[in-house]
């Protein structure tokens, strides 16, 4: 348990759906993180969120739309997926970049999304 | 952030110690070496990191060359749970949030 949650665990939708990928951290953290992990591909860095404001944007399709409505809360909205974004899709948290902790990144269990 | 170079798998018995080992000949003065670690279906795990002087926690070591250009993450009793993925990241604090991570090391610990 890392103190950061991600629901739905499984997730299966078609091309023309919209659904949502919700993210909660219980560690007091600043920051928050979206990476998408393929099949034999390295973790992919998608969205990155200190204090609420999207600080970096990883030229992530804008069929991807990210909102982060305060610190504790991070999702990420998809909607006219193609099947190869089938994918792990991990959140993380970390404290700020004042702290000196930034790179402490703590990973949610991950969304396992499937696009039929 | 400096590439780092990590052999692409490695063995250990359980109950010994696991050395895994990076490369990270370019790295620059500013720049931590930090160490995750997934487990197969799960998120990556922080596990420790260092600029300079070598670190122990309640889960490894990590030793790091006077030179700063290699470093090795020490298990010092793999368990059969410690089989995972093993990534180390070179990063430094004021270059954004940017955590680049690599193929890393499969390490699988046999009995």
């Known amino acids: 348990e890392t103190g950061v949650t991600q629901t739905p665990r499984h997730l299966v939708m078609g091309m023309t759906n919209k659904k949502s990928l919700k993210c909660e951290q219980h560690l007091g953290h600043n920051a928050m993180y979206w990476y998408k992990q393929s099949a034999k591909k390295p973790l992919e860095l998608m969205f990155v969120y200190n204090f609420k404001e999207q600080t970096e944007n990883n030229s992530v399709p804008s069929r991807f739309s990210p909102e982060c409505p305060n610190s504790s809360h991070l999702f990420l909205h998809l909607h006219t997926l193609q099947p190869e974004d089938s994918a792990l899709y991990l959140c993380?948290?970390?404290?700020?970049?004042?702290?000196?902790?930034?790179?402490?990144?703590?990973f949610g269990p991950g969304t396992r999304l499937t696009v039929t | 952030d400096a590439k780092t170079t990590q052999p692409p798998s490695m063995d250990c018995a359980e109950g010994r110690a696991a050395n895994l080992p990076c490369n990270h000949s370019?790295?620059?003065?500013?720049?931590?070496v930090y160490w995750y670690r997934q487990i197969h279906s799960q998120g990556p795990q922080y596990i420790i990191h260092?600029?300079?002087n070598n670190e122990t926690n309640e889960m490894a070591s990590l030793i790091i060359t006077e030179d700063r250009k290699s470093s090795t993450l020490i298990l010092p009793h793999a368990t059969l749970r410690d089989t995972a993925v093993y990534y180390c990241?070179?990063?430094?604090?004021?270059?954004?949030?940017?955590?680049?991570f690599g193929g890393g090391t499969r390490l699988m610990v046999k009995p």
């Open positions: 260092g600029l300079k």
């Open positions: 370019t790295i620059s003065g500013n720049e931590y």
């Open positions: 993380a948290s970390s404290q700020d970049g004042t702290s000196g902790r930034l790179y402490e990144q703590y």
């Open positions: 990241i070179a990063a430094s604090n004021n270059a954004g949030n940017m955590l680049t």
